[in-house]
């Protein structure tokens, strides 16, 4: 196979920077260094590309949809599609596909579509299943009528189903049954995140979670008398915290606090995004629900934020602008986290042996180039 190489562009690899550097891949990586280390090889197929900054393809833990389709549509060639578009338009080469709460056979429907479509599609790694193991006090826009105690046999046959895909998974452990529901997650691996939840602090100090979904959402938030989830995760060196950085989920200064407390080691950029993501502005759908989406926002007719139109790219800048942080903390964020959290062993960064995933952006940090295990995508015009 014949290699590609890129040269002269600044490259983030998860570990360091290379100010003038170039990569060698096909559909792996097979070398990065400095351009003065570079040695030619017959065949290489070489392009300059000075003023560009290259960087690990993103990983979105949890997304539920975007481009006019959902992963609770349950039908592969749909799911397959809205990878593809999350990919190319957005960096996103690893996809946890994302559900809700809803009944038993929508969830059963949605397992048997996202294997199916991981079968055709290596982008989509996993399965987020958000609910329906939440607590009803902090729905959001999740319907109420399928919420359940965690269920260890459901979460199995759930898991059977998708073919072993479940790697994350948002419930409220303050509920009956969390403790053998935690023991199945840690004995299967799937990462257990406390989200949708009423939990106190002291109810959190007995949990097993490592992850918080979507932090400050749909949580019992921080205070001074009681910490709640948001203040149990700030406090908590082994907790994942989940970011939504579109100004609307959580305000810039908030995103700083958050920031300044976690660092950029334990902080991993999600979109949340729904059906709407990249649509005209309107009305769309969520779990059977009507939502409404304008100025970049996507809420119920009540006014609850119903996930997000965020696009990857956006965050990865908005966290940068909000926060402060530099390039290199941006891309712990968005790649390297997710890959060392969930066991991505050949993600998240640009070094031998890893998948050739990597997003060209221009010094504007505008997406112009992303290659998925080495082969080149540009986004839709």
């Not at 096909?26 to 351009?35: S, Y």
């Not at 596909?97 to 479509?117: F, L, P, R, W, Y």
């Not at 419930?171 to 529901?181: I, L, V």
């Not at 149990?232 to 100004?247: F, K, R, S, T, V």
Request: glycine fraction near 10%.
């Amino acid at each position: 196979m014949k290699a590609k190489v890129l040269k002269h562009v600044v490259i983030y690899t998860g570990e360091s920077k290379i100010s003038d550097g170039y990569v060698r891949f096909t559909d792996k990586i097979l070398d990065v260094g400095p351009v003065a280390e570079y040695q030619a090889q017959a065949g290489d197929d070489v392009e300059i590309l000075r003023d560009r900054v290259l960087v690990p393809g993103f990983i979105d833990v949890h997304a539920h949809g975007g481009y006019g389709f959902d992963a609770m549509d349950g039908d592969p060639d749909q799911i397959n599609t809205m990878a593809h578009k999350m990919m190319t338009n957005e960096g996103v080469t690893t996809l946890f596909a994302t559900t809700m709460t809803q009944s038993n056979a929508n969830i059963d429907h949605a397992m048997e579509g996202v294997k199916a479509a991981a079968a055709k599609n290596p982008v989509i790694q996993g399965v987020h299943l958000e609910g329906p193991f939440i607590s009803a006090t902090y729905k959001g826009a999740q319907p109420e009528q399928y919420i359940k105690d965690p269920d260890t046999n459901l979460l199995a046959h759930w898991n059977e189903l998708s073919g072993g895909m479940v790697k994350l998974i948002t419930y409220a452990p303050e509920d009956p049954g969390s403790q053998a529901f935690e023991d199945y997650c840690l004995s299967h691996g799937i990462v257990p995140s406390v989200g949708h939840s009423n939990a106190t602090r002291a109810q959190m100090l007995h949990s097993k979670a490592t992850h918080v979904t979507h932090l400050y959402n749909a949580q019992r938030e921080f205070k001074h008398r009681e910490p709640g989830v948001t203040g149990h995760a700030m406090l908590e060196d082994n907790m994942y915290c989940e970011l939504i950085c579109d100004g609307f989920h959580i305000v810039p200064d908030m995103i700083k606090l958050a920031y300044d407390q976690k660092g950029s080691h334990r902080i991993d950029l999600v979109t949340d995004s729904m059906r709407s993501k990249g649509m005209p502005e309107g009305e769309s759908e969520l779990g059977g629900q009507k939502v409404f989406v304008k100025d970049k926002q996507a809420r119920l007719a009540d006014g609850t934020l119903a996930g997000s139109v965020l696009q990857y790219p956006d965050a990865f800048v908005n966290v940068m602008r909000f926060t402060g942080c530099s390039v290199a903390d941006a891309v712990q964020m968005s790649s390297v986290n997710q890959a060392n959290e969930f066991g991505l062993e050949h993600k998240g960064y640009i070094l031998p042996g890893k998948d050739a995933d990597m997003n060209l952006f221009d010094g504007a940090f505008n997406l112009k180039t992303t290659y998925s295990f080495g082969e080149e995508n540009h986004p839709e015009a």
